[in-house]
């Protein structure tokens, strides 16, 4: 009509929030004709009304974060051999379940995440576990200090919590030393929203962004096995002197 003739030969657009929880929604659009002398009052007068429904669907996109779990080795001394190097809970929001492609996680021998990468020559085999399930091949640590362990498939249900296990043979450690893992969520991990199908940006919730854990090598762990042998022989020597005394 005449009052809005600038957008007769136009479009109106409307912008809004769509609702966050997943369902079946419709926008009803009504056009209501109020003006006096406007063309829609000539054709049918006041009140003429234009309805329409708009439906779609909402899909709620599912979330993931990363912590570290509490019975990972982080500041412990870590024995040789094959062991248990970082332990990672993988935490998911209530939308959907969600498919892990891929981690990534990088070793370094100073805490910023940045100086020293270790070498496969310190650590080697790199595993990683879904608790006695291994995923994806056996790994070795690139030049940089990482590795990525892809085509995983992994599955964690939402609205729980699942753990990821980092395994690696530390036998050639040969000097004291303390070696950190880490594993920066949004960067080093892939996953996919298994309705939506959208990609996941992974959140982290240890300060800096970033999960760590530290093991002691070897030397130091052997070393405290002597002294705790020691210590017993000694404990055991002196029961016998009382035994004796007390004769």
Request: aromatic letters at 8%.
């Amino acid at each position: 009509g005449n009052y809005n003739a600038s957008y007769s030969n136009g479009y109106w657009y409307a912008n809004y929030w769509a609702p966050s929880t997943a369902g079946s929604y419709y926008t009803e659009i009504i056009l209501y004709c109020s003006r006096e002398g406007s063309q829609c009052w000539n054709i049918a007068g006041h009140g003429l009304e234009w309805r329409e429904k708009i439906y779609f669907n909402v899909t709620s996109k599912g979330s993931l974060s990363i912590s570290l779990a509490a019975d990972s080795p982080s500041g412990q001394i870590v024995a040789g051999g094959n062991t248990n190097l970082l332990k990672v809970n993988f935490i998911t929001g209530v939308s959907e379940d969600i498919k892990v492609n891929s981690v990534k996680t990088c070793a370094f021998k100073v805490k910023d995440g940045v100086t020293s990468p270790v070498q496969s020559a310190d650590l080697a085999n790199l595993k990683l576990y879904d608790g006695a399930t291994q995923l994806g091949s056996t790994q070795s640590l690139a030049i940089d200090g990482c590795v990525t362990f892809s085509n995983l498939s992994w599955i964690v249900q939402k609205a729980t919590i699942r753990v990821l296990t980092v395994k690696a043979d530390t036998y050639n450690i040969a000097t004291s030393t303390l070696l950190y893992l880490k594993i920066d969520g949004p960067a080093d991990i892939s996953a996919t929203g298994v309705s939506s199908g959208e990609s996941i940006a992974v959140s982290d919730s240890i300060t800096g962004g970033t999960v760590y854990t530290s093991l002691v090598e070897l030397k130091l762990k052997d070393i405290e096995n002597q002294l705790a042998s020691i210590s017993a022989a000694i404990s055991g020597l002196m029961e016998e002197i009382k035994k004796l005394i007390q004769r």
